[in-house]
Nanobody, 119 residues
């Protein structure tokens, strides 16, 4: 079983920055696509950004130009650099790793980290 551990959440003023990290417990994470999702109270979980094992990225329109996803495969870690934060970015942010390796399907989630942006 793979564990994903997120760190870096917290309280920040609007316009500020935060960097989230998500470390996987096993090497196989480096072969999977990884991503960040978020969920606000009363809303469905939504995609924020994803990155493939080869480094191709995808962003939600609401964060383009403000957030940057990156990964370090040697550390089994994915990052989310968040800048120009807005109150509407307030949510619990979840890390995900998923994909198919040697016909085995993998889909793992972290426990979530709270990001609160004060206006």
């Amino acid at each position: 079983q793979v564990q994903l551990v997120e760190t870096g959440g917290g309280l920040v003023q609007a316009g500020g920055s935060l960097r989230l990290s998500c470390a996987g417990s096993r090497r196989i994470v480096s072969l999977l696509s990884m991503g960040w999702y978020r969920q606000s109270p009363g809303k469905q979980r939504e995609l924020v950004a994803t990155i493939t094992s080869g480094g191709s990225t995808n962003y939600a329109d609401s964060v383009k130009g403000r957030f940057a996803i990156s990964r370090d495969n040697a550390k089994n870690t994915v990052y989310l650099q968040m800048s120009s934060l807005k109150p509407e970015d307030t949510a619990v942010y979840y890390c995900n790793a998923n994909g198919v390796v040697l016909l085995d399907r993998h889909d793992y989630w972290g426990q979530g980290t709270q990001v609160t942006v004060a206006s």
